[in-house]
């Protein structure tokens, strides 16, 4: 027999559908979290009786926008841009934006709804929210870059304040990006709000660790979540999809921690190298160059695989960290074979629900993007509270409070697991714990 919270979410869900049609991700992404809060909507039927399950299901604020710009030659360009302000019930609006050209409304709120439970799981007073455009960067020249961030803030900056909405970089936006976007704010509002946007650069109000926090984060959270069965990330043998911010400092922290990343991928295909991935070199293809791994097959005399599956290389730990919906039912079925032990999301939504499911039925360790790859927007609350202070931390005591955070991270979604009777399912964890914080504000804050 149907339980009457299961009924109601079902109705909840049904209503999502039909008010928001076409939008694949948003639709997975709801699903997932209703899934678990039932036992949460079973002991606290109050949270559906005042409707917070449904408003946590509806954005506070959807922006869209067109980006006029026009590129090297003269000719006019016409990109669609997006903010959705999602829930501002723990502080203000908070996270990324993402130029590429998948990038749709759909996309922007998957992405917001997630960072909802994300920036709860941190501990720190950020609501959630996303943006961004399917403006393409790549093989774009700066100025032409430069000329869109500056028609996209031109519109967007009216929405935006350190006590407002706070936006950082994502797919498609690192410090480049980031630097035109806030010379643009500040030209328009004549304020130094250095608070306003996070992912600076160092010298103009950025923070130490945070291009690195998302990877390190993911990394940190692995090692505390192998502790578990009494194992760890040294001399593990580690795959990690994509090669880009979040990829590259994952990479670069599991050596640290005694791992060996083996492989990693672009939209071109995958490069294995045994002796372990050479992150000088990777940096210098991806960062500088802004080039392919196959160049970096070609640099280090190592295979270069086009197209294919990066999981089909046998590893201990893997982390798709490129983009949604990436790792499928059969890529789990070959990680399984392979004797995976553990796989860490670095993306967003990653793994499909059915991949999901299959590395959970297997008693592979599983964790959740929302929580392991909470340590990006983490370090942006940092960088905000130390530009709230006109401060500056060294790069060990902020890298301290980034392992400080995932940990309390980690052990908040286990404890949580555990409360509700699923031990060991960090999807239910990372949830429920982001769910009721945010669920007990908005019941606090009155029908809003």
């Known amino acids: ?19 928001n049609p076409g939008e694949d991700e948003f639709h997975q992404a709801v699903r997932e979290v209703l899934d678990s809060i039932v036992p949460v909507v079973e002991r606290r039927p109050e ?59 759909g996309t922007i709120k ?17 609501g959630g929210g996303k943006g961004g455009s399917d403006f393409d960067p790549k093989g774009r020249s700066d100025a032409e870059v430069m000329r869109f961030c500056q028609s996209f803030m031109t519109e967007l900056y009216r929405h935006l304040g350190e006590y407002t ?29 250095s608070g306003v946007l996070t ?14 926090a998302t990877g390190y984060g993911a990394a940190f959270f692995a090692q505390r979540m192998l502790e578990t069965r009494g194992e760890s990330l040294d001399g593990r043998r580690v795959v990690v999809s994509g090669s880009g911010n979040v990829a590259t400092y994952a990479i670069e922290k599991v050596h640290q921690l005694g791992g060996r990343v083996v492989a990693c991928s672009d939209s071109e295909g995958y490069v294995v190298d045994e002796a372990g991935i050479d992150l000088d070199l990777l940096k210098q293809i991806k960062e500088v160059r802004r080039g392919r791994v196959r160049e970096y097959a070609e640099a280090r005399g190592v295979p270069f695989v ?41 993306a967003n939504m990653p793994t ?4 999901t499911k299959a590395l959970q039925d297997c008693g592979v360790l599983f964790a959740p993007g929302k929580a392991a790859n909470a340590g990006g927007v983490a370090t942006s609350a940092l960088e905000m509270q130390q530009n709230a202070s006109r401060d500056s931390w060294t790069f060990e005591y902020t890298e301290q409070r980034l392992a400080e955070i995932m940990n309390q991270i980690h052990d908040r979604c286990a404890q949580t697991a555990q409360e509700y009777g699923a031990p060991g399912n960090y999807v239910v964890g990372a949830n429920i714990a982001g769910f009721v914080k945010v ?9 809003i």
């Open 165 to 193: 909405d706070v936006p950082a970089g994502d797919i498609g936006v690192g410090g480049r990006e980031i630097g035109y976007l806030f010379g643009q704010y500040k030209r328009i509002t004549n304020r130094y709000e």
């Open 306 to 346: 086009p197209g294919g599956s990066v999981w089909d290389v046998p590893c201990d730990v893997a982390m798709p960290s490129a983009t949604q919906n990436e790792l499928h039912a059969g890529d789990a079925a070959t990680l399984v074979a392979n004797g995976c032990r553990a796989v860490v999301e670095g």
């Open 352 to 355: 499909t629900p059915e991949a």
């Open 199 to 212: 992912g600076k650069g160092l010298s103009w109000g950025g923070s130490q660790v945070r291009p690195e």
């Open 110 to 126: 998957f992405l917001g709804f997630e960072q909802i439970f994300k920036n709860s799981l941190t501990g720190m007073p950020i």
């Open 1 to 19: 027999m149907v339980s009457p919270a299961v009924s109601r979410l079902e109705s909840l869900y049904a209503d999502v559908l039909r008010r």
């Open 439 to 447: 669920a007990d504000a908005m019941l606090a804050l009155g029908l």
């Open 47 to 105: 949270f559906v009786e005042a409707c917070v399950v449904s408003r946590v299901c509806e954005p506070e604020r959807q922006i869209i926008f067109r980006v006029p710009w026009t590129d090297d030659a003269g000719r006019v360009h016409i990109n669609r841009g997006f903010r959705v302000e999602f829930n501002s019930a723990l502080g203000p609006f908070k996270g990324g934006l993402r130029f590429h050209p998948s990038v749709y409304l």
